[in-house]
T-cell receptor, first 118, second 114 residues
Framework: GAVVSQHPSWVICKSGTSVKIECRSLDFQATTMFWYRQFPKQSLMLMATSNEGSKATYEQGVEKDKFLINHASLTLSTLTVTSAHPEDSSFYIC??????????????FGDGTRLSIL | SQQGEEDPQALSIQEGENATMNCSYKTSINNLQWYRQNSGRGLVHLILIRSNEREKHSGRLRVTLDTSKKSSSLLITASRAADTASYFCATDASRNTGFQKLVFGTGTRLLVSP
């Protein structure tokens, strides 16, 4: 079945560092990918929709200059947390719908990245 | 917030028992999906039910959808310890935007004891 690979799975870094998270679709092309943030024991909150070859669409309240998204190819989207601070510590998850069909399709999720900012 | 709500927030049962989780949402939808998340991992798709469907089965899973009440339920029959996880419903209400944008419920943490 379709697989989405997310890397790294775990990052610990100092405050002020920028951190890049990669999301790859391994056996299918993904013109659209989604980035979520999840706090402990809470649900997933959509941060942005990543569109191949164009600008990402950010949800209300998400700072686009803080969370830079690049979707340069049909199999790779990256999320860069710039100048990270302790409050950015969270679990970040990406997903992608399979194939070119629109609507009524499940999404495939990466295994998530746990980001800890000291 | 457009986020859906699930209840119970947590459910603890014994192996062999059935587990029922409920989901309520706020807007008209194209479909509703259920996902499972093991601790510290990504989500795994379980089942998708379209807005014109009322019930769907997949193995030990049974999902119902009542669009008039904007609610859905997930039933896991003959539960196993390996079913221990968090379960989330997610609704797709995207309009004319192509790919779906999912809104997740608050989740139910299921603990199945041997």
């Amino acid at each position: 079945g379709a697989v989405v690979s997310q890397h790294p799975s775990w990052v610990i870094c100092k405050s002020g560092t920028s951190v890049k998270i990669e999301c790859r679709s391994l056996d299918f092309q993904a013109t659209t990918m989604f980035w979520y943030r999840q706090f402990p024991k809470q649900s997933l909150m959509l941060m942005a929709t990543s569109n191949e070859g164009s600008k990402a669409t950010y949800e209300q309240g998400v700072e686009k200059d803080k969370f830079l998204i690049n979707h340069a190819s049909l199999t790779l989207s990256t999320l860069t947390v710039t100048s990270a601070h302790p409050e950015d510590s969270s679990f970040y998850i990406c997903s992608a719908p399979d194939g070119q069909q629109r609507g009524n399709q499940p999404q495939h999720f990466g295994d998530g990245t746990r980001l800890s900012i000291l | 917030s457009q986020q859906g709500e699930e209840d119970p927030q947590a459910l603890s049962i014994q192996e062999g028992e059935n587990a029922t989780m409920n989901c309520s949402y706020k807007t008209s939808i194209n479909n509703l999906q259920w996902y499972r998340q093991n601790s510290g991992r990504g989500l795994v798709h379980l089942i998708l039910i379209r807005s014109n469907e009322r019930e769907k089965h997949s193995g030990r899973l049974r999902v119902t959808l009542d669009t008039s009440k904007k609610s859905s339920s997930l039933l896991i029959t003959a539960s196993r310890a390996a079913d221990t996880a968090s379960y989330f419903c997610a609704t797709d209400a995207s309009r004319n935007t192509g790919f779906q944008k999912l809104v997740f419920g608050t989740g139910t943490r299921l603990l199945v004891s041997p």
